[in-house]
Every structure is written in C-alpha cells, then in structure tokens.
C-alpha cells in the first residue's frame, strides 16, 4: 500500500496537474486559483515557480521541452527555459463564466482538456477539446459535463477515462491513437462523496484507473469496469490529481487543494501541498504533446 508522506509544503489553492518531465527529471505542477506553474525535484529541492497571468487549468509537456497551458479560455506555450509564454489559441466558444480544466496529453500526440462552468451554481455545459501539435483546436464533445476532470490513458493507448467531479461519474471510451477517434462511451461508475468525487486521474501499466477521491481524502484504484479495487488514505483531505514518476514511473505523487471550511483546513493545515509514495505498480507512459 501506498504510504505518502509531504514531499513539498507548498499549500496551494488549487494545486493541480503534476506532469513528470523524464528529460529534466522534475515533477511540472500548477496552482489553478493563485495562478502560477510550478516545478520540483523528487527530493523536494530546486522548487521553482512562474507566475501565470490567468487561471491556469492544466498543462502537458511537448516534444520540444516546452508546456502546453490551458489558460483561463486559451491555450498558451510556455519555455520554462526561455521564460516565454505565447498564446496560440483561443476558444471563442466558452462564456465568461467558464474556465478550461484538467489536461492532458493522449497517445495520439494531441492535448486534451475540458472546461467548466467556475459559477457556485454550476450547469452541465462542460465540454472536452483536442489541441494538435499546431494549436488547432477541434471540440469534441460538447456540454457533456458540470467539471471535466480525470483525462487518463491506458498504456496501451486503447482506452480513454474521463470523469466529472461535480457529476460524480466516470466514463471509458476506446480510442483510436494514431486519429484520436472516441467509440462506445460506457458509464462505469457513479460516486458518492463517501467513496470520493472522482478529481484527477492517472492509468498504471496494468490497466487500472487510479482516481484521486476530492471529497474523501483518498486515492481510488478502479478496474477497467468501474469497481474499486483498492483504496489508500493520504494526509490531506482533498487530494486533486496523481502522477506516477521517476525513470521506474513507480513513483507516485499527488497534488491537493486548500479547503474553503477554516476547521477542516486547522486539522489539516498542509492541504495544497505535495506529497510522495512508493507505488506498488508502474504508471502508464504519457505522450508528448507533437510540437516538434
């Protein structure tokens, strides 16, 4: 079993999206509400940050070194060696009130990230985006969701997991790798906030959906059908998003979020932070976004 302890106490308002970067060997993590881009070795050092100029939702790495930023309702490139931020789309689509979400890059080389509705009363109009190596930004599927959330892989590239942490649910589609083409959506699970409102998400080799419980201060490991098949305790009660890491990529990292309620957040004062566990399985491999 997973045993995490604090790897970073960085306290974040919405820590979210750790990507790990195999050629810099840095975990890449972002702040969403106090917006910034953060990076940090596996032994907690050389913690860098990068203030954003806009909500940042999520982030991939591209082939050529650099992130791929859902940034507010744009989609922006960041050299975190030049220190350059260039916005390469927008999406004209969304209201005011909405924001891009949870990110990431699929096995056909294209970022994927959905948005949501940011309003405390929120409606089902969420949709998900698939952005090429170009910055071509295709939508495909269109008000499917309250918060689009836990974008996962299989290592095989076959199977894709995505999940609506207001909804409570989460859905598997095939998918086609070499198009990026979604075939028979399956609802394989609804959750209450007992068992933990699916957040972000991560595949391991094996084929198993690890979910990070929001609402329960756990991180769930699903089957391919739905049924929870393990569940570990971590130190915070609102984990948002795993990341498995490390040349082995059995390194498992989880960022987590600053609750509203002053008591809850006096009993675990470390919430926003990171923190570290041996895994007991791999992680699948996460592609490049194709810029280069």
């Known amino acids: 079993m997973p045993e995490f302890r604090l790897l970073k106490d960085v306290r974040c308002s919405i820590g979210e999206s750790p990507v790990w970067d195999d050629r810099r060997k840095v975990l890449f993590f972002v702040d969403i509400k106090a917006p910034a881009i953060h990076s940090i070795r596996l032994d907690g050092t050389e913690h860098r940050t990068w203030a954003m100029p806009r909500a940042v939702g999520s982030i991939g790495l591209g082939a050529s070194g650099r992130l791929v930023?859902?940034?507010?309702?744009?989609?922006?490139?960041?050299?975190?060696?030049?220190e350059s931020l260039d916005i390469i789309a927008e999406l004209p689509d969304e209201p005011s009130w909405h924001r891009l979400n949870d990110g990431k890059v699929g096995p056909d080389g294209a970022f994927w990230v959905g948005s949501m509705?940011?309003?405390?009363?929120?409606?089902?109009?969420?949709?998900?985006?698939?952005?090429?190596?170009?910055?071509r930004v295709t939508r495909v599927l269109e008000h499917v969701c309250l918060v689009s959330n836990g974008l996962a892989w299989?290592?095989?590239?076959?199977?894709?997991f995505h999940s609506d942490s207001r909804g409570r649910w989460i859905d598997r589609y095939d998918f086609e790798p070499s198009s990026g083409g979604l075939a028979n959506r399956a609802r394989i699970a609804t959750l209450d906030d007992a068992?933990?409102?699916?957040?972000?998400g991560a595949c391991d080799a094996e084929g198993f959906y690890w979910s990070c419980g929001v609402s329960a201060g756990r991180l769930n490991r699903f089957s391919r059908e739905g049924e929870i098949v393990e569940t570990h305790p971590v130190p915070v009660p609102a984990p948002t998003m795993p990341c498995f890491c490390g040349d082995d990529l059995k390194t498992l990292v989880i960022t987590s979020l600053k609750p509203d309620d002053p008591d809850v957040l006096a009993a675990a004062p470390q919430s926003?932070?990171?923190?570290?566990a041996s895994s007991p399985v791999a992680g699948a491999r996460i592609a490049r976004w194709a810029d280069a």
């Open 69 to 82: 930023v859902a940034l507010e309702r744009t989609i922006a490139v960041f050299d975190p060696d030049a």
């Open 272 to 276: 926003g932070s990171l923190f570290i």
């Open 195 to 200: 068992r933990g409102r699916p957040d972000g």
């Open 117 to 135: 509705d940011d309003r405390p009363q929120k409606e089902p109009r969420g949709s998900l985006y698939r952005v090429d190596g170009r910055g």
């Open 154 to 160: 299989s290592d095989d590239g076959r199977t894709m």
